[in-house]
């Protein structure tokens, strides 16, 4: 099996899956009981966070444990927007964004709140200058993602957040769920207020994430109860899926300056050799995220391709695994200007640190192998 659908999800680390077992085995007790079996798996708890803060170079009391991207998007915009519509109920996005980020300020919209979704270029990337533009008296926050799910383009975050410095009010949040271990992102004195990652992107598991909460943001809650996570995330705590969390984000760290340049590698190697396809056609630009190339082949529909390489025990995707059973056409290529031959015709292929140059090979002779063998069935 070649997997290269690692934008959808990642294979568990059996590392973390071993410290997922052990933790849960162990630590069963709730972390709120106050006998001293619970007390043991509440301080089990503190030093995953401390380890979590530390990884991040943030503080212990910044780190939210969440179930992950989608929860962890959803809390800090309604949480942002609905702490604080007295001051002000306009938002700024993009018209790129995940499905989690664009029905979630789709949803205020319902509420009356005033969202602006901003224009990208042609290769999926909003303008610093549009954000300054966009920011009015009754902006309240800015929500964005650092690496595109589908292309790969890289937001410049940390510029907008030196321009969220000059608007104190106005809060930053970032969805870095796609750049986590791609696109390394500073969050200390950067501007950013809130940053959500997900466990299952870094070879951690389903159901596990952090939200980034930078001291003295506020949130309103979406979920009230007994108070835990800083009265921001009720419910009983997943204490072996934070402890598995901390031990993915410690292996992807250890990794990370090499298995980025390896992914680098990796993508130029297969970006020349889908060039060569006469069939194909490369949307990811140049500097993107090392991880992802998107490209289409017009005339094909995606999941024909899909299923043809399915069958030779090779996985890629369309777009977000989200919205892929959606329609064909992808919003995202859309909105940098793509023609309607581009747009239904996308296809995802994301690598990880373990991916090899073999597969890479294996994969872009399969790839051109389908199409010749389904054009000549059209014919």
Known sequence: MIYLDNSA????????????????????????????????????????????????????????????????????????????????????????????????????????????YLPVDENGVVSVQAVKDAIREDTILISMMHVNN????????????????????????VDHVQGMGKVPLKLTDSGIDLCTISGHKIHGLKGTGILYVKQGTTLFPLLHGGGQEDALRSGTENLAGAVSLVKAIRLIKEKETSGIRHMQELQSLLRKKLTAMEAVKVNTPYDAAPHIINVSVPGFKPEILIHALGEKGIY?????????????????????????????SALRISLAYDTTETEIHTFADALAESIDQLKAVME
């Not at 957040?161 to 009010?169: F, I, L």
């Not at 369309?318 to 309607?340: F, H, M, N, P, V």
């Open 9 to 116: 999800t990642t294979k568990p680390d059996p590392a973390v899956l071993q410290s997922y077992q052990q933790a849960a085995e162990r630590f069963f007790a709730n972390p709120a009981s106050i006998h001293q079996f619970g007390g043991e798996s509440e301080k089990l708890l503190t030093r995953a966070r401390q380890q979590a803060a530390d990884l991040m170079h943030v503080s212990h009391n910044e780190i939210i444990f969440t179930s992950g991207g989608t929860e962890g998007n959803n809390l800090a915009i309604k949480g942002t927007a609905l702490k604080h519509q007295q001051r002000g109920c306009h938002i700024i996005t993009t018209a790129v964004e995940h499905a989690s980020v664009s029905e979630a300020c789709g949803g205020l919209e319902q509420l009356g709140f005033d969202v602006t």
């Open 150 to 173: 589908e292309l790969g383009s890289v937001q410049p975050v940390q510029e907008i957040g030196e321009v969220a410095k000059d608007h104190p009010k106005v809060v930053f949040h």
């Open 316 to 344: 890629i995707s369309t777009k977000s695994a989200c919205s892929s059973k959606q329609s064909d056409e992808s919003k995202i290529l859309s909105e940098c200007g793509y023609s309607r031959d581009r747009t239904a």
